[in-house]
Nanobody, 117 residues
């Protein structure tokens, strides 16, 4: 079973940047991959998607600040986060989404991003 491991989270000041990585143990080339986040006391929310053809889509809250990308040769998904805000504080997860709406992978541990004001 393919697993994913997220990394790159850190404590940063508002306005700074971070780059998150999601390493998969198998091929993700044909999978629509996404980043999600869960803030304390809130439900997990969708952040961004990159489809297998390279098309991207973003939540309004991160549009223009975050960039999702993928390296299929390395089976790795990335999230470049610029101009971070305190409200971006959350645990960030990656996963693949099927057309049915279900997810490909068991959720990983995520990576913590904390943005101080």
């Amino acid at each position: 079973q393919v697993q994913v491991v997220e990394s790159g989270g850190d404590l940063v000041q508002a306005g700074r940047s971070l780059r998150l990585s999601c390493a998969a143990s198998g091929s993700i080339a044909s999978i629509n991959m996404g980043w999600y986040r869960q803030a304390p006391g809130k439900q997990r929310e969708w952040v961004a998607t990159i489809f297998s053809d390279g098309t991207t889509n973003y939540a309004d809250s991160v549009k223009g600040r975050f960039t999702i990308s993928r390296d299929n040769a390395k089976n790795t998904l990335y999230l470049q986060m610029n101009s971070l805000k305190p409200e971006d504080t959350a645990v960030y997860y990656c996963n693949g989404r099927k057309l049915s709406g279900s997810y490909y992978f068991v959720w990983g541990q995520g990576t913590q991003v904390t943005v101080s004001s």
